[in-house]
């Protein structure tokens, strides 16, 4: 079964970072799939934010956080991170981690299978 667990969230002033944390377990080396982190804010609907494909580690960002944010990997540990840099306002949400089977690179959520609970982000002076 797989499982997912984001961590790292909390409270940082505008133009501050934060580094996300998403460890991920029942995936097997050979499998060929995509990990995405989405944001959510009260009222908005989930949007991607970046992801990066198990093969080549190749990756794809919103046009939002590019330049600000990096995805990167740490295949031995499981690890998936999402370092954000010169947060604004704007990035306030609570953050997923999610699983597409289907390898590849996409940021449509409703193209992944399975998800993490979340972490909060709050962005606030």
Same mark, same amino acid.
């Not at 580094?19 to 377990?25: E, M, N």
């Not at 949400?93 to 597409?100: E, I, L, Q």
């Given at each position: 079964?797989?499982?997912?667990? *984001?961590?790292?969230?909390?409270?940082?002033?505008?133009?501050?970072?934060?580094?996300?944390?998403?460890?991920?377990?029942?995936?097997?080396?050979?499998?060929?799939?995509?990990?995405? =982190?989405?944001?959510?804010?009260?009222?908005?609907?989930? *949007?991607?934010?970046?992801?990066?494909?198990?093969?080549?580690?190749?990756?794809?960002?919103?046009?939002?956080?590019?330049?600000?944010?990096?995805?990167?990997?740490?295949?031995?540990?499981?690890?998936?991170?999402?370092?954000?840099?010169?947060?604004?306002?704007?990035?306030?949400?609570?953050?997923?981690?999610?699983?597409?089977?289907?390898?590849?690179?996409?940021?449509? =959520?409703?193209?992944?299978?399975? =998800?993490?609970?979340?972490?909060?982000?709050?962005?606030?002076?």
């Amino acid at each position: 079964q797989l499982q997912l667990e *984001e961590s790292g969230g909390g409270l940082v002033q505008p133009g501050g970072s934060l580094r996300l944390s998403c460890v991920h377990s029942g995936l097997l080396p050979s499998d060929y799939y995509v990990i995405g =982190w989405f944001r959510q804010a009260p009222g908005k609907e989930r *949007e991607g934010v970046s992801c990066i494909e198990s093969r080549e580690g190749s990756t794809l960002y919103a046009d939002s956080v590019k330049g600000r944010f990096t995805i990167s990997r740490d295949k031995p540990k499981n690890m998936v991170y999402l370092q954000m840099n010169n947060l604004k306002p704007e990035d306030t949400g609570v953050y997923y981690c999610a699983v597409g089977d289907h390898g590849g690179k996409y940021l449509l =959520w409703t193209l992944y299978d399975h =998800w993490g609970r979340g972490t909060q982000v709050t962005v606030s002076s």
